[in-house]
């Protein structure tokens, strides 16, 4: 009994300071990141501010030990909820692990590491409407269970999956419809995002008129408001829309 009870500690124990990956069941690896795990850069989680004058290995044990504050489910029940293999669960997870030790990423860090992908734009709206989208428990953080959630649906969910997870992105109030005002919230904050030096370049009521455009196409009873229904069969209608969710499948 006591060596069943030093072997749990030694468990525990590998699992917190880092020798032991409690998702993938091996000793963790210092290897560079491949391409795979830079796509998770999307999700950052905050860097110790200062470093002492210690080894780089032992600065980063420390703070990972000192920020843990979320660990994740098991790989098997999440393999069971999602649609990703155990390989592609490890390489997320090694990916999320190492940019965000704490296991959880808030949304100031979220914007700030979105701002890179459009540096010649403001994304910082955008990126709020994403964050809330996989801020599914709405707690204003995001872990590694919200992430694959919501990329399993993005990358390998039926076209009515995504697209019910693109009609709750434009659904800022939760209310089950999208109003212009609504829609036109999400264009200014990706004509925001995009910049102002784009080519062609962008008219300032370049938003609106796509919003009038959108509810032409979709708000079928002319209700002043797009149901989910409504949104889900527009969509399947529209070539481009259909051949841009294509994109996604070889992701990962």
């Known amino acids: 009994m006591k060596a069943k ?3 749990q500690s030694l468990s525990d124990s590998r699992e917190l300071d880092g020798s ?11 290897s560079k990141k491949t391409i795979k795990q830079r796509f ?3 999700l950052p989680c905050c860097k110790p501010s200062t470093t002492p004058s210690i080894s780089q290995n032992s600065v980063e044990d420390d703070f990972e030990l000192s920020t843990v504050c979320h660990r994740p489910e098991s790989m098997d029940k999440l ?7 155990k390989k592609e669960l ?3 997870y090694r990916g999320f692990k190492n940019e965000c030790p704490s296991g959880v990423v808030n949304e100031e860090n979220f914007k700030t590491i979105y701002s890179q992908f459009f540096p010649q734009g403001d994304s910082s709206m955008y990126a709020h409407f994403l964050f809330e989208a996989f801020d599914t428990n709405k707690n204003g953080s995001v872990s590694f269970e919200d992430f694959v959630f919501g990329l399993s649906i993005i990358l390998r969910g039926t076209i009515n999956d995504r697209l019910n997870w693109a009609f709750n992105l434009y659904d800022l109030n939760k209310d089950g419809c999208i109003t212009k005002e609504e829609m036109l919230d999400i264009m200014k904050s990706i004509y ?27 708000d079928r009873n002319k209700d002043g408001v797009v149901t989910v229904e409504e949104f889900i069969e527009s969509c399947k209608k529209d070539e481009n829309i259909m051949q841009s969710m294509q994109l996604f499948d070889n992701v990962i």
């Open 5 to 7: 009870n030093r072997d």
């Open 20 to 30: 032991y990956d409690q998702l993938t069941g091996n000793p963790t690896s210092q």
């Open 40 to 42: 998770l850069k999307l």
């Open 79 to 85: 393999q069971e909820q999602t649609k990703f293999t």
């Open 90 to 92: 490890q390489v997320l």
């Open 192 to 218: 925001d995002m995009m910049g102002k030096y784009t080519y062609p370049t962008m008219q300032d009521d370049a938003p609106r008129e796509h919003v009038e455009s959108f509810f032409q196409k979709m």
